[in-house]
């Protein structure tokens, strides 16, 4: 750095929720790297960081081409990339065994995609301090279905079926399927065969046999794919906990907190 001509290339490691890594630089040419090769198939541009002295998140953004076989827009709509572990560095391209110098290191934020590119935005380790943390007074439940809060055991509300058709990979529709209306709306379908093998998505809506999901599969859905599928829970008290899953006792929410009156001529509404 204290040269007149630098040779410095920057470089940035991926590490997935699932434990794939991947490596990528800003150099026109592939850089072997303590032993990884950092590939120049998806060449990017990284914004300036943001920092400060407020223990505020630092954010930085890197804008790069759908070019490398590793970043694909399917796979980022899918989640592949959500929570990503990010190091972005810096090393000399001509005498790697100068080291390196760690210009940030975080996890993925929002990543978005256009045609032919993608942006993706580097929250700082401070990012972890920045949640709000507490209960919230809600006439609705806070827990999950199955979780360590609702203690609820799964196994007698998931089920398995095979994809007899699709239409959009948002509406599924399986004709064997028997349960009654809603009795999935806001449960879980998690494929475990075809494109979309081990991907999961909220179920939006259920009627006798067909699903509609929150938000279309990233890949296509066809029939034969088959499927497992949790019951919905709408966290509602009398109606979900108490009724359908027989788990009152364990209901995470306040029922009977006095909601909003509405007044008319002549009383409460």
């Known amino acids: ?13 991926a590490t997935l929720t699932n434990g794939t890594v991947y490596a990528a630089t800003s150099l026109d040419t592939d850089i072997v ?35 490398a076989s590793f970043i694909t827009d399917a796979d980022i709509q899918a989640g ?42 580097l929250r700082g380790l401070m990012q972890a301090y920045s949640r709000v943390i507490g209960r919230l007074t809600t006439q609705n439940c806070t827990a999950d279905l199955g979780d360590a809060r609702c203690t609820n055991a799964l196994g007698p509300f998931t089920f398995t ?8 990979n948002r509406v599924v529709s399986d004709s064997g399927r028997t349960q009654a209306n809603d009795y999935f709306t806001g449960g879980k379908i998690t494929f475990t065969s075809g494109p979309n093998i081990g991907l999961s998505m909220e179920v939006q809506t259920y009627s006798v046999g067909v699903f509609t999901l929150a938000l279309a599969m990233p890949y ?11 019951a919905g829970c709408t966290k509602r008290f009398a109606e979900d906990c108490v009724a359908k899953f027989a788990n009152g006792v364990n209901f995470r929410g306040f029922p009977h907190v006095p909601g909003v009156s509405i007044w008319k001529a002549g009383g409460v509404v």
């Open 33 to 67: 790297f303590s032993g990884r090769t950092y590939q120049a198939a998806s060449s990017y541009k990284a914004s300036n960081v943001d920092s400060s002295n407020e223990l505020n998140p630092d954010n930085l953004e890197l804008d790069g081409y759908l070019s």
């Open 161 to 168: 079926g095979t994809v007899t058709s699709s239409t959009g």
């Open 220 to 230: 296509t859905v066809s029939a034969g794919d088959t499927y497992l599928v949790i």
């Open 80 to 121: 592949l990339w959500d929570y990503a572990a990010i190091e972005l560095l810096e090393i000399n391209y001509l005498d790697t065994s100068m080291g390196r110098n760690l210009i940030r290191s975080g996890t993925l934020g929002q990543v978005k995609t256009g045609r032919q590119t993608f942006t993706a935005e």
């Open 1 to 13: 750095m204290a040269g007149g001509t630098t040779t410095l290339a920057t470089c940035w490691k």
